[in-house]
């Protein structure tokens, strides 16, 4: 059996309860070095086999879990965050398919809700913005034509950019050209939830500078949009004008 577990934004007590155990139970264990705390590690039982996927190619990550199956071991694969974001997940299920491999999956907490944690902020705020477009620049690994920066801006919607620190100065103008105002406040999330978490404050415009000021150059979240703003409207939940299921309206 291989279990995909989400080993959540950094922080060490943030991965699940489930995730914890199934870390605590595996034979064998390989984890995204380049991302994982390796902390998450430390709970691994004597003897457990851990290999590093940052050194690895999906061939020889296959034959770990394969060989693992064969002498009847258990693997946990770990990724960072929740593996459905960016993980590659889908070309690893897709082997273990082929190869008759059971699997399960363990969600983590993604980095882009301990982005949000770290802000104390909301994404979804009443009268600023009801959708979050989760998203990355084009760089060695393209994008849809469709899904471009600038296209996707277009909505004004809150935004939240995995994997483009090194492209800031592309991504500013992209968020630019596609609508944003260049005085949009946005945020730079550097290791949200780890030891040496940094926080960044600035506007759209401001991204690139801000991150050179600071010295951050990888393992960071671009949040942008209104939601880091001052304005927004109450929520309806909660007004006692707004009747229910469970509450009369209050006049």
Same mark, same amino acid.
């Given at each position: 059996?291989?279990?995909?577990?989400?080993?959540?934004?950094? @922080?060490?007590?943030?991965?699940?309860?489930?995730?914890?155990?199934?870390?605590?139970?595996?034979?064998?264990?390989?984890?995204?070095?380049?991302?994982?705390?390796?902390?998450?590690?430390?709970? @691994?039982?004597?003897?457990?086999?851990?290999?590093?996927? @940052?050194?690895?190619?999906?061939?020889?990550?296959?034959?770990?879990?394969?060989?693992?199956?064969?002498?009847?071991?258990?693997?946990?694969?770990?990724?960072?965050?929740?593996?459905?974001?960016?993980?590659?997940?889908?070309?690893?299920?897709?082997?273990?398919?082929?190869?008759?491999?059971?699997?399960?999956? !363990?969600?983590?907490?993604?980095?882009? !809700?301990?982005?949000? +944690?770290?802000?104390?902020?909301?994404?979804?705020?009443?009268?600023?913005?009801?959708?979050?477009?989760?998203?990355?620049?084009?760089?060695?690994?393209?994008?849809?034509?469709?899904?471009?920066?600038?296209?996707?801006?277009?909505?004004?919607?809150?935004?939240?950019?995995?994997?483009?620190?090194?492209?800031?100065?592309?991504?500013?103008?992209?968020?630019?050209?596609?609508?944003?105002?260049?005085?949009?406040? @946005?945020?730079?999330?550097?290791?949200?939830?780890?030891?040496?978490?940094?926080? !960044?404050?600035?506007?759209?415009?401001?991204?690139?500078?801000?991150?050179?000021?600071?010295?951050?150059?990888?393992?960071?979240?671009? !949040?942008?949009?209104?939601?880091?703003?001052?304005?927004?409207?109450?929520?309806?939940?909660?007004?006692? +004008?707004?009747?229910?299921?469970?509450?009369?309206?209050?006049?």
């Amino acid at each position: 059996m291989v279990n995909f577990v989400g080993a959540g934004c950094g @922080a060490p007590d943030l991965i699940t309860v489930r995730g914890a155990r199934l870390i605590a139970q595996a034979d064998v264990i390989i984890y995204a070095g380049s991302l994982v705390n390796p902390a998450l590690l430390q709970s @691994a039982r004597q003897g457990c086999e851990i290999y590093n996927s @940052a050194q690895m190619t999906l061939d020889e990550v296959i034959d770990v879990m394969a060989q693992a199956e064969r002498s009847g071991k258990t693997t946990v694969r770990l990724h960072t965050g929740d593996p459905c974001l960016y993980g590659a997940i889908r070309e690893q299920m897709d082997r273990l398919d082929a190869l008759g491999i059971a699997y399960e999956i !363990c969600p983590g907490v993604s980095s882009f !809700c301990g982005a949000a +944690a770290s802000l104390r902020a909301e994404y979804t705020l009443p009268g600023v913005s009801q959708t979050v477009i989760i998203t990355r620049m084009a760089g060695r690994t393209p994008v849809p034509e469709r899904e471009r920066i600038a296209a996707l801006a277009a909505h004004g919607a809150t935004m939240v950019v995995f994997l483009s620190t090194g492209l800031l100065r592309g991504l500013s103008a992209a968020l630019i050209q596609g609508g944003y105002a260049p005085d949009t406040p @946005a945020a730079i999330v550097y290791k949200a939830s780890w030891e040496d978490e940094k926080i !960044c404050r600035c506007t759209v415009a401001e991204l690139a500078q801000t991150a050179a000021d600071n010295g951050i150059t990888r393992t960071a979240l671009i !949040c942008v949009g209104g939601f880091l703003g001052d304005s927004y409207q109450l929520s309806k939940l909660y007004d006692a +004008a707004f009747e229910t299921e469970y509450r009369k309206a209050k006049t």
